[in-house]
């Protein structure tokens, strides 16, 4: 019979046993879980890396645009643990490959979409995209886990083990320390969990930003060649509207009137979209100055009232001791009514519109979870309240994209929300739309609070006819030829000596065998490396007081800088007509 001290003591060992042997299980568990846990990561982190470049390059592949895909695939290399990345076209052959030093080349092709690992080494095929069709694939491949992070890795489990047999007589004591290491990894766990949806919402953001700048650079660029065919087109049509006026009025006369002024009406449509893309893509010229929004609301209350109808009621609400803001009043007043127009057609039935302005203070935690990147500070809101039919939030994320719309077919043209958007962003500001199917919709836009002095705004001088024309020399520079031509035909019936030049340096050649010019007229975009502010600068050198006068349909950043145009610049904006050239050349020749 064994005494019972003896049992006892057995019992303990053996408790001490059974205890090691759980701590051998639990640590095999554990160390097991962390090497999936890991490898699962590991897997998911090159997941999501060639999912980003495959939505960054989709617009740059489908124009073949290598430079920007170069762009995007270098940007991977701040990344340590990506080896090899490469983008392949819809036939398979490499685009535009990277390879980490030591690392073996891209692989000339590669198979179908999807990820795997070997030997420590993820590999992600991921498809490029657009509109269902594939356009090519990304391809990225990781480096394999170094041994040194293996062992730091499972240093843990030989920790663990070498305790469990050093802690035989201390089994109370070992059991206390797992319990205490037991909740630090559910603090560890909890923690990664929420760096990992952090993580998730700004790899959305991110994707989101580059995918509504794509389309602004898109956008933008398109918008330039418009504003070019839309000025001879304009300029065309007003010229036989001149002349027409001087014929007999007939029967044929007046029809050949009213298809000149159809013509018109649809130049004048196509450039207020043209107007639109430019807003959406933050390439319109914006005049800002110190303004009071309560008194700009306040003041389109009438219009406001006119464009609702009588079924909607119009509430307006202006908060009291409203900070200024710096903004484009045309612009700010266009924002306000594309909003009030959008408002009055998601209430088919009628309704309540509801305009507020407030002082706001955006704190760091607001501005962080925003897609766009933002100040925190001091902003004025303007907020547009409907009790319309409200939107999902699938369409709330893409209402702001050009030609998105949910009207019916020709009832709207996708590019009032858009250009809203533009306003705001190129204003330094930021807009969110709060929305809910059967609850209405609030917009609201935060504009930066104005801290300047007040500003004067200066008073245009009347002109009537008999100041418009002149006869001073003047030299024009246009690469496009219709349009060189049509301006040319312009300053010519005004009166003025016209001398001309397609690029930067026939322009030089002009300006220094003609001493008489008096005023260059230059288009901002030019070929031939020197751009319309690079030559005004080059000729200002030599001769001062020569006056310029920029035009442009698309800005690129030459006289405008952070949407504003530059001090002192004179610009007249594509598409411009005969009476709005000749008022701009008599104010900038007489100023």
Known sequence: MIPPGLQSE?????????????????????????????????????????????ASVTAALAFDDRPTIREYVDALRVNPQVAIAAVYDAAGDPVVTYARNGSHAAPPRIGPPGSRTTQGVVRVTTPVTEHEVQLGKVYVETLPEPLSSVLARHSGLGLLLVMAFLLLGLITRAAAQLQRRAEQLADANARLQVEMAERERAEEALRQSQKMESLGQLTGGVAHDFNNLLTVIMGGLETIGRHLAKLPSNAENARLHRARDMAMYGAERAATLTARLLAFSRRQPLQPQAIDPNRLVNGMSELLQRTLGETVTLQIVLGAGLWRTHADPGQLENAVLNLAVNARDAMEGGGRLTIETANASLDSGYVEQLPET?????????????????????TVTRAFEPFFTTKDVGKGTGLGLSQVYGFVRQSGGVVRIYSEPGQGTTVKIYLPRFLGAEQEIATPRALDASTLLGDEVVLLVEDHDELRAYSSGILRELGYQV??????????????????????????????????????DKVREARPEL??????????????HNGTLDPGVELITKPFSFDDLAVKLRHVLDA
Do not use: C
Not at 374 to 393: F, K, N, P, R
């Open 10 to 54: 057995r019992r303990r060992v053996n408790l001490a046993w059974a205890s090691v042997v759980g701590l051998l299980i639990a640590g095999v568990l554990l160390g097991s879980r962390a090497e999936i846990a890991y490898r699962h990561q590991a897997q998911r982190q090159a997941q999501v890396q060639a999912e980003i470049l495959a």
């Open 374 to 394: 933002l100040a925190a500070g001091q902003y004025v809101l303007i907020a547009v309240t409907d009790t319309g039919s409200g939107m999902d939030e699938e």
């Open 547 to 560: 006056k310029v006068l920029f035009t442009t349909g698309y800005t690129r950043n030459a006289i405008v």
């Open 499 to 536: 001398h001309e030049a397609a690029d930067g340096a026939s322009a030089l050649e002009v300006m220094a065998n003609i001493p008489d010019i008096v005023l260059l007229f230059t288009d901002v975009v030019l070929p031939g490396g020197m751009n319309g502010r690079q030559l005004a």
